[in-house]
């Protein structure tokens, strides 16, 4: 079964440092696009980065630029969100999504909160 | 703030056809970048609903289709049914931001 599964959400104070994790399994990982998305409480779907399936390409949003950094490991079939400098704004749902022609696979989700 | 605009909301009755628009402009679904739509009911992660900007992903009810035109794109739902009430959102790529974009997302009541 193709499956995204992401972890690593907790409550944080605000400045703090986190690093969100996405497990896949079901396909080749090495070979896919894969995304954060993240959704604040009752507000809509927000892209914050993609990293291509070698690294070689990667784009984060403006809101994030300078305080997220995306990276995987495919020999872990991993996917990583480095988020520092958080912010009350940051608090979101995130979800790893798998893509890049339309997103095809998504995980459950984890939530952030800074407060 | 999203530059991609959907309505807020839209309603129909059961069997009705229903369209969601999504507005873009010239560094998005005007730049020739295909348009996505996704599904997402409350409490659960978004479902690829087209791709492409009018292709079904296998298991996608044919009532689902998508088109685009110029700096817009729609997805209609034909024949409304009552589990077709969620919220959806277009998405796209934006050259002038560098990375992907998705709509304010559109509500769909069932009467």
């Known amino acids: 079964e193709v499956q995204l599964v992401e972890s690593g959400g907790v409550l944080m104070h605000p400045g703090g440092s986190l690093r969100l994790s996405c497990v896949a399994s079901?396909?080749?990982?090495?070979?896919?696009?894969l995304n954060w998305v993240r959704q604040a409480p009752g507000k809509g779907l927000e892209w914050v980065s993609s990293?291509?399936?070698?690294?070689?390409?990667?784009y984060i949003a403006d809101s994030v630029r300078g305080r997220f950094t995306v990276s995987r490991d495919n020999g872990k079939n991993s996917l990583y969100l480095q988020m520092n400098s958080l912010r009350v704004e940051d608090s979101a749902v995130y979800y790893c999504?798998?893509?890049?022609?339309?997103?095809?696979?998504w995980g459950q989700g984890t939530t952030v909160t800074v407060s | 703030q999203s530059v991609l605009t959907q309505p807020p909301s839209v309603s129909g009755a059961p069997g009705q056809r229903l369209t969601i628009s999504c507005t873009g402009s010239?560094?998005?679904?005007?730049?020739?970048?295909?348009v996505h739509w996704y599904q997402q009911f409350p409490g659960t992660a978004p479902k690829l609903l087209i791709y492409?900007?009018?292709n079904r992903p296998s298991g996608v009810p044919g009532r689902f289709s998508g088109s685009k035109s110029d700096t817009s794109a729609s997805l209609a739902i034909t024949g409304l049914q009552a589990e077709d009430e969620a919220i959806y959102y277009c998405?796209?790529?934006?050259?002038?931001?560098?990375?992907?974009?998705f709509g304010t997302g559109t509500k769909v009541t069932v009467l």
């Open positions: 492409g900007n009018n």
């Open positions: 990293i291509s399936g070698s690294s070689t390409t990667i």
């Open positions: 998405q796209s790529y934006d050259n002038s931001l560098s990375g992907y974009v």
């Open positions: 999504a798998r893509g890049d022609y339309g997103m095809d696979v």
């Open positions: 010239s560094s998005n679904i005007g730049a020739h970048y295909d």
């Open positions: 079901g396909f080749t990982f090495s070979g896919k696009t």
